[in-house]
């Protein structure tokens, strides 16, 4: 078995486990390499710093979320439209007017269309 494999299974399972749960060509190598002997040695050792950070807990600064909000959407800019009072004079006396053609045409044609059924 060459190094390389057994560093790769060691990289994978990096936990603290003992040689008897690998596989048999493993702990061979194992037992006469003293280069893999130390690389499972720092693995061990980094994974036992990893297990414990763990258990330290990290306060984020309160204005964390508001700077990274801050950094991901664009500033806002707020536009206030205001129409003038004779715009909106005109405006809604145009749409007024505009109900009115459309109700009197509605009205027309059925006044129109009861008359031609009666005559005929």
């Known amino acids: 078995m060459l190094c390389d494999d057994v560093l790769l299974h060691l990289a994978q399972t990096p936990d603290e486990a003992s040689n008897d749960f690998l596989p048999l060509p493993i702990r061979h190598h194992l037992a006469t ?20 950070l763990k258990t330290i807990t990290v306060l984020p600064d309160e204005r964390l979320l508001d700077d990274i909000l801050d950094s991901v959407r664009p500033p806002a800019t707020v536009i206030q439209l205001r129409p003038s009072r004779r715009r909106a004079y005109v405006s809604g006396i145009a749409a007024a007017a505009t109900a009115g053609a459309a109700g009197a045409i ?7 269309s009861k008359g031609q059924r009666l005559a005929g």
């Open 106 to 112: 509605v009205l027309v044609s059925k006044l129109s």
């Open 33 to 52: 390499c003293l280069s893999c002997q130390a690389e499972q040695v720092h693995y061990r050792r980094v994974h036992r710093e990893l297990q414990s």
